[in-house]
């Protein structure tokens, strides 16, 4: 049988067996698989003779995301656009990497997120901290230089009070299935963050959308997170949605909105937490919320706070509590803020945050408080119906907000020279028990020393 015939037999046979297919002698070709491979670009900086003296490596994810790699310290690495450490994949980062997103907003927007299932092992040191920050960042960026690109977001498979259990994390576009968080691991392992700072991040994808400088999404216990910097932010410094994730020695420099913030019932521990507001565009020393819809579901928001100094610079506000947030803060420093702890006290029946403190689940216990409210104690920790409301009833002085005092620490450069000696010490497995309130020892150099671009541009005041 000739071709021609061949062909004209098989286009007939298609047509009877009813495929539906567009004539065999057509011009219209089959449609491909969209390419979703990740392209990695390496190029390089030469001096005048023509000698490398860098070489980068920009990657764009098209949806298969990093791959099992290791990032190395001998190239830098930069995001073009929203690049994901896909389920199943780990990404290592050696230590003293620099890794930098490139500037744009909305659906040019840069940022490193770790979806659920996968593991980011970012474990720098003290000699040689990791860095992620924008790629137009030369070394000579002012400190509040803010949203020069996106941020770094962890996401896992803990659980949340938020129905239905999963959620889209803010920050980038929900019709990303890799931005989903959430799940019924609460020892769920997502890698490892030690010495590292993010800084100069916050993109707007839009509407006011902008990410944070790390984002812990639905994040277990099983992770590590220590010695970490966020410096000038665009919007919070760290948030927590939900998930389990203990951290400690977190450095919270210059960020326009709020320093530590969480939601959808965090439940870890902190310890070592250092906040320096910006006084000129920064909200709260934390933004604490207990769930979103609904807003009194269970399990509650209950983290723990230990050794915490939060310096205001004459910022607005110490702490707020809202949403049904419960907490608990204990021999921490709040130093030189205009109004201090507003626990949300609806006017209705319900569950809301003072519900949390009268069940002895909101604590605010055996703190330092100066500068804060005036140094008025009816001030320092009040009820409030609304959250602009701030003249509240006062709640010192009762059974969960015993032993805080009105003192001068002495702080210089954050490191107490006064007495802070520490009372009601934790019996919790993960708080170290030390003899000193606040984040910093006193008479010893500070944790962030060497490291931070906090302690570098002598940032504290």
């Given at each position: 049988?000739?071709?021609?015939?061949?062909?004209?037999?098989?286009?007939?046979?298609?047509?009877?067996?009813?495929?539906?297919?567009?004539?065999?002698?057509?011009?219209?070709?089959?449609?491909?698989?969209?390419?979703?491979?990740?392209?990695?670009?390496?190029?390089?900086?030469?001096?005048?003779?023509?000698?490398?003296?860098?070489?980068?490596?920009?990657?764009?994810?098209?949806?298969?995301?990093?791959?099992?790699?290791?990032?190395?310290?001998?190239?830098?690495?930069?995001?073009?656009?929203?690049?994901?450490?896909?389920?199943?994949?780990?990404?290592?980062?050696?230590?003293?990497?620099?890794?930098?997103?490139?500037?744009?907003?909305?659906?040019?927007?840069?940022?490193?997120?770790?979806?659920?299932?996968?593991?980011?092992?970012?474990?720098?040191?003290?000699?040689?901290?990791?860095?992620?920050?924008?790629?137009?960042?030369?070394?000579?960026?002012?400190?509040?230089?803010?949203?020069?690109?996106?941020?770094?977001?962890?996401?896992?498979?803990?659980?949340?009070?938020?129905?239905?259990?999963?959620?889209?994390i803010e920050g980038i576009p929900?019709?990303?299935?890799?931005?989903?968080?959430?799940?019924?691991?609460?020892?769920?392992?997502?890698?490892?963050?030690?010495?590292?700072?993010?800084?100069?991040?916050?993109?707007?994808?839009?509407?006011?959308?902008?990410?944070?400088?790390?984002?812990?999404?639905?994040?277990?216990?099983?992770?590590?997170?220590?010695?970490?910097?966020?410096?000038?932010?665009?919007?919070?410094?760290?948030?927590?949605?939900?998930?389990?994730?203990?951290?400690?020695?977190?450095?919270?420099?210059?960020?326009?909105?709020?320093?530590?913030?969480?939601?959808?019932?965090?439940?870890?521990?902190?310890?070592?937490?250092?906040?320096?507001?910006?006084?000129?565009?920064?909200?709260?020393?934390?933004?604490?919320?207990?769930?979103?819809?609904?807003?009194?579901?269970?399990?509650?928001?209950?983290?723990?706070?230990?050794?915490?100094?939060?310096?205001?610079?004459?910022?607005?506000?110490?702490?707020?509590?809202?949403?049904?947030?419960?907490?608990?803060?204990?021999?921490?420093?709040?130093?030189?803020?205009?109004?201090?702890?507003?626990?949300?006290?609806?006017?209705?029946?319900?569950?809301?945050?003072?519900?949390?403190?009268?069940?002895?689940?909101?604590?605010?216990?055996?703190?330092?408080?100066?500068?804060?409210?005036?140094?008025?104690?009816?001030?320092?920790?009040?009820?409030?119906?609304?959250?602009?409301?701030?003249?509240?009833?006062?709640?010192?002085?009762?059974?969960?907000?015993?032993?805080?005092?009105v003192a001068d620490p002495g702080?210089?450069?954050?490191?107490?020279?006064?007495?802070?000696?520490?009372?009601?010490?934790?019996?919790?497995?993960?708080?170290?028990?030390?003899?000193?309130?606040?984040?910093?020892?006193?008479?010893?150099?500070?944790?962030?020393?060497?490291?931070?671009?906090?302690?570098?541009?002598?940032?504290?005041?």
């Amino acid at each position: 049988m000739s071709k021609s015939k061949l062909s004209l037999l098989t286009c007939t046979m298609m047509f009877i067996g009813g495929a539906m297919l567009s004539s065999c002698g057509g011009d219209e070709t089959p449609s491909q698989p969209e390419d979703k491979t990740t392209v990695y670009e390496e190029s390089t900086v030469k001096d005048g003779d023509g000698n490398v003296i860098e070489t980068i490596s920009t990657i764009t994810d098209r949806g298969e995301g990093v791959g099992t790699i290791t990032f190395t310290k001998d190239k830098t690495w930069v995001l073009n656009g929203l690049v994901f450490v896909n389920s199943g994949q780990t990404l290592t980062l050696e230590p003293g990497t620099l890794i930098k997103g490139k500037s744009g907003q909305g659906d040019n927007a840069s940022a490193l997120i770790v979806s659920r299932g996968g593991k980011i092992m970012a474990e720098g040191t003290a000699a040689e901290p990791i860095v992620m920050t924008s790629e137009t960042d030369g070394g000579q960026i002012p400190a509040t230089a803010r949203g020069l690109w996106g941020g770094l977001i962890v996401l896992g498979n803990a659980s949340l009070n938020s129905s239905p259990g999963e959620s889209a994390i803010e920050g980038i576009p929900t019709s990303e299935t890799r931005g989903l968080y959430g799940g019924d691991n609460d020892a769920d392992n997502s890698g490892s963050l030690a010495y590292l700072s993010i800084r100069h991040g916050g993109t707007d994808i839009g509407a006011g959308n902008e990410i944070n400088g790390l984002t812990l999404g639905g994040v277990g216990s099983g992770t590590s997170v220590h010695h970490i910097e966020i410096v000038a932010n665009n919007d919070d410094g760290i948030e927590f949605f939900g998930g389990t994730v203990n951290v400690s020695n977190l450095c919270i420099s210059y960020c326009a909105d709020d320093n530590v913030d969480y939601d959808e019932g965090w439940r870890g521990r902190a310890q070592f937490v250092f906040v320096n507001q910006d006084p000129a565009s920064g909200d709260r020393g934390g933004e604490h919320d207990g769930g979103t819809d609904p807003e009194d579901a269970q399990p509650y928001a209950t983290p723990m706070f230990y050794n915490c100094t939060y310096i205001g610079n004459g910022g607005k506000r110490a702490l707020t509590f809202r949403d049904n947030a419960g907490g608990e803060y204990h021999n921490s420093i709040f130093y030189n803020w205009d109004k201090g702890v507003d626990i949300e006290d609806l006017p209705v029946d319900g569950e809301d945050s003072k519900k949390r403190f009268d069940a002895g689940q909101l604590k605010i216990v055996n703190n330092i408080f100066y500068m804060v409210a005036g140094d008025d104690a009816d001030k320092l920790i009040v009820s409030t119906s609304e959250d602009t409301d701030l003249n509240g009833v006062n709640l010192n002085g009762s059974a969960n907000s015993s032993g805080n005092t009105v003192a001068d620490p002495g702080l210089d450069k954050g490191i107490p020279t006064n007495d802070v000696t520490a009372t009601g010490l934790s019996g919790d497995a993960f708080i170290q028990n030390v003899a000193y309130k606040g984040a910093f020892e006193p008479g010893k150099d500070t944790w962030i020393k060497g490291w931070t671009k906090t302690d570098q541009d002598g940032l504290i005041k």
